[in-house]
């Protein structure tokens, strides 16, 4: 029940194409993401669900893919779950959208259980309601790993534009409560897909508030979005740094850099080495996008 490490990106790809549902792994995606939610149109519902499935099953647990389901107050919602445990399929994460209470997350904490013993769960919070719940949603139960912050969901929903400003109080309640809960916080989607300065910006801005990762809706964001999370060679110097001269098992403080350094900053600079992941010394990747969503 653990979410795939890394973790950074989730590339979206509509459930209507099988011949397209292992493309997000191939352009470098951490996780490739089925979405039977939105991304569906009502009448392609069945459809969709049909195919995730006959995939899950194919792929079993061998691949990082993981499965947005309907909102299980929706009938479309309990049909993908029922579909899911009488195939026998196992995703490697099952993404529930629209959450507002910690029951929601129980429920399907339940009925998987038995049959999807090893899946690890995703809460969207993307309604007002849902933010105002997310403390007591993040701890809905230990199998609920991370939760995903949807953006486009919240601004239509409170009728505001969806720009950094109006979405800010959400972010920040969201990067809190996963911090308090011990879970990943990962940010909503960018969805100007010809700005790509943009989406850097905005998962540079994110992760300091303490999202670690991004749902992609682009093959051509993946690779901007792991730049983004990057560390610095700066700061993976200044770390190093730190660890070597502060991190002498006697805590106090020290002076690294003309910074003084106490156990936070000690603490901080472990965190900063143990993100650096092993293509990190690659080149970074052109600020250029495409034209369509979910093209590879
Ligand atoms: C994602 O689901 C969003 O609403 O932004
Ligand atoms: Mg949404």
Known sequence: MFLPNPCRTFLVTPALDAS???KALDVGADVGLLDLEDGVPP??????????????????ARLPLAVRINSLRTADGLRDILALLESGARPRVVMLP?????????????????????????????????????????TACERLRGIIFGAADLS?????PLTWEPMFYARS??????????RCAIDSPFFDLG???????EM????????????????????????????????VDHARRVL????????????????????PLVAAAKRVLASVQPDDDDEPVPLRIGSRAGES
Do not use: W, Y
């Not at 459809?47 to 006959?54: D, I």
């Not at 098992?249 to 003084?260: A, E, L, S, T, Y």
């Open 20 to 22: 397209r549902f292992d």
């Open 43 to 60: 009448a392609l519902k069945a459809q969709a669900r049909q195919l995730a499935v006959e995939h899950l099953c194919r792929t079993g």
């Open 98 to 138: 629209k959450v507002e209470a910690p029951a929601e997350v129980q429920q399907l904490e339940e009925l998987l259980a038995p049959r999807m013993p090893d899946v690890a769960l995703m809460a969207i919070i993307e309604t007002p309601r849902g933010v105002e719940a997310v403390d007591a949603i993040v």
């Open 156 to 160: 239509a929903q409170l009728g505001v």
């Open 173 to 182: 309640r969201i990067a809190m409560a996963a911090a308090l809960g011990g």
């Open 195 to 201: 700005d790509p300065q943009g989406l850097a910006a």
């Open 204 to 235: 540079l801005r994110a992760h300091a508030l303490g999202f670690t990762g991004k749902i992609a809706i682009h093959p051509q964001q993946v690779g901007i979005i792991h730049e983004a999370l990057k560390p610095s060679a700066r700061v």
């Open 244 to 263: 070597a001269q502060a991190d002498d098992g006697k805590g106090g403080i020290h002076v690294v850099g003309g910074n003084m350094v106490g156990p």
